[in-house]
């Protein structure tokens, strides 16, 4: 650069020897020289600036391409799945409509449902409502006739001019009558229990004597069949419990009574015990016929008999299913184990409660007869009932002892003879036309003549059955057709204060004899008649089941004294009471020993 600028110089002054140049020249040249190298190093280095800011340019720009390249993808991706979001939407949409159209059909098939469901239960308690209604009259109407045919037949077995022929007829009308009533019972029990009108009676009662009862019952029909017959109750069983004694009986003669029926060997085993959790647990098991696994919840249904073909003895099939209900009336639970051809296990579970102790007289009755009313009194008694029959029974049972009857058809007749006559008790028929015994007794306790006249509630109906019910409407007491003639008396002695002359029959006192009252003979007097051997196969006979060949066994001996006898041995083998025939035996064994 300083060489072409000194020629130039030298050129441009005619200078041809350069140390003619003058120094300031020099100096001048050397400056310029030095800011043109300055300036080249300075471009150079601008350049090389440049190309290194172009290639992270360039580099950014790539960088920036790949970003716009990724950001392109990006959002053609959120763009798909904004469309899928979209359609999403559009799905979730058409779902929520359908699922709006879905819950406005269930709830116009809801509503539908409950206004069916309302109808089907307003049916099902008009149904209900007519079926109780229908139960109650029919009630009504067999224990009606039912309670002239037992109150006529207690009559007429109470007459002395009556001979033995005509009294044992009697006894076979009496008998009949309360077979009949039993099977009403029955089924009107299982109807009770259906509409809710069943209800417990607790009192506390010696547990262990009630299952001698049941094994007694049971014992002399299981010989018969050569079946062995076990109870057991462990230590821990409560001799005195507080429960619905009845009820409890009923149970295990049914579970029993049929563990014996069906089997035809092998054994009946009853055992009793007593958890830790205070359950009372009854196990019936037996080597009869069992029962298949889909019949075993038939059983306790209703009217149910797997065994009908079979089962020669009669019977409803509705001892199982009131079984059940009583069982779980009384908080329990019944269980069923069987198997065919190898027999069944009936296990009842009940919460008994355990007392210390019981009045040992409360089943101790009076005697069996009432011949008059103490003290001369002649208490006026005021018969209130549509039919005449009822009225006529309750008066051939009153009158004789010395009550003076006054009679009245009509509730409206009742209010009137009340209040005119003033009696001082009034049978009251709770089931009359117009107005009822109920409205007539409402009635009677609002007047001055009724406030103390003592009224005692009659019903054949198995639903007004309801001591407490009568009670709160004004009664005093409460009596159920067809009523027994004792019962009638002790009920109105009991609220007028009475007191009874009784009658003592030699037969009467042995409650093993209380079936033939006609039948007069004392127990020591047939004893000595009767010698060892006599008795020997007369215990044969039992044993073997053969009750019908006994009277004609005992009439073999051709002895006049024996005739009541063996008119009481012919009534228990009509009616097969084993129980009764060994009681018998025993009694005859005694004297003799």
């Not at 001019?161 to 099977?183: F, M, V």
């Not at 005739?563 to 025939?581: E, I």
């Amino acid at each position: 650069m300083n060489k072409l600028l000194l020629r130039q110089l030298k050129k441009n002054l005619k200078i041809n020897d350069p140390s003619q140049i003058p120094d300031e020249l020099k100096a001048f040249v050397e400056a310029v020289n030095d800011s043109y190298n300055h300036h080249e190093e300075e471009q150079a280095r601008l350049e090389r600036s440049m190309t290194l800011a172009t290639e992270e340019l360039e580099e950014a720009l790539g960088r920036l391409q790949a970003q716009e390249e990724e950001l392109r993808q990006t959002v053609e991706e959120l763009m798909t799945i904004n469309e899928e979001m979209e359609r999403t939407q559009k799905k979730l949409k058409e779902a929520n409509e359908k699922l709006k159209e879905s819950e406005r059909e269930l709830e116009n098939k809801v509503e539908i449902r409950t206004r069916e469901l309302l109808h089907a239960k307003d049916a099902a308690e008009r149904a209900n409502k007519v079926k109780s209604e229908f139960l109650a009259n029919m009630s009504h109407e067999l224990r009606t006739p039912l309670n002239a045919i037992l109150g006529y037949a207690q009559i007429l077995s109470d007459s002395k001019n009556i001979d033995a022929s005509t009294r044992e007829k009697l006894r076979i009308i009496n008998k009949s009558g309360e077979h009949l009533l039993g099977l009403i019972n029955t089924v009107l029990d299982l109807s009770k229990i259906e509409a809710g009108k069943m209800e417990l009676s607790p009192t506390g009662f010696d547990l262990l004597d009630l299952l001698q009862q049941i094994y007694d019952m049971f014992r002399l029909r299981a010989e018969s069949k050569e079946i062995k017959l076990d109870f057991e109750a462990n230590a821990a069983v409560p001799r005195y419990v507080f429960a619905d004694e009845a009820k409890i009986r009923q149970c295990l003669i049914n579970i029993v009574g049929n563990a014996v029926k069906f089997t035809e060997k092998g054994t009946v085993s009853v055992s009793v015990s007593r958890d830790d959790d205070g359950q009372t647990r009854f196990s019936v098991r037996d080597t009869g016929r069992g029962i298949p696994k889909d019949k075993i919840a038939v059983i306790l249904e209703p009217f149910s008999q797997i065994h009908t073909q079979l089962n020669t003895e009669g019977g409803t099939g509705l001892g199982l299913s009131i079984t059940k209900s009583f069982v779980e009336m009384m908080g329990g639970k019944i269980e069923v184990e069987s198997e065919p051809g190898r027999g069944s296990v009936f296990t009842i579970t009940l919460p008994l409660e355990e007392v210390e102790a019981i009045d040992a007289d409360k089943d101790a009755g009076p005697p069996r007869k009432i011949s008059g009313i103490k003290n001369g009194k002649k208490p006026k008694i005021l018969i209130v009932d549509d039919n005449p029959v009822n009225r006529d029974v309750a008066r051939q049972i009153l009158a004789p002892l010395g009550f003076v009857i006054e009679e009245a058809d009509s509730g409206s007749g009742a209010i009137h003879k009340t209040v005119s006559w003033l009696p001082d008790a009034v049978l009251m028929d709770i089931r009359m036309p117009g107005m009822n015994g109920v409205e007539a007794t409402k009635i009677i306790r609002s007047t001055e003549a009724g406030k103390n006249v003592k009224i005692l509630a009659v019903t054949a109906s198995a639903f007004d059955q309801n001591r407490q019910q009568f009670l709160s409407q004004g009664c005093d007491g409460y009596m159920a057709k067809p009523y027994k003639a004792l019962n009638l008396l002790e009920e109105i002695g009991l609220h007028l204060g009475l007191e009874y002359d009784y009658e003592y029959l030699e037969n009467d006192r042995e409650e093993d004899f209380a079936e033939a009252p006609a039948t007069r003979f004392r127990i020591e007097d047939v004893a000595n008649a009767l010698t060892p051997e006599f008795l020997a196969e007369f215990e044969n006979y039992l044993l073997d089941g053969r009750l019908d060949e006994l009277p004609e066994l005992i009439d073999a001996l051709q002895r006049p004294e024996l005739a009541g006898f063996s008119q009481l041995v012919r009534q228990k083998a009509d009616n097969y009471d084993y129980d009764g025939m060994e009681k018998i035996l025993e009694k005859l064994k005694q004297p003799a020993a």
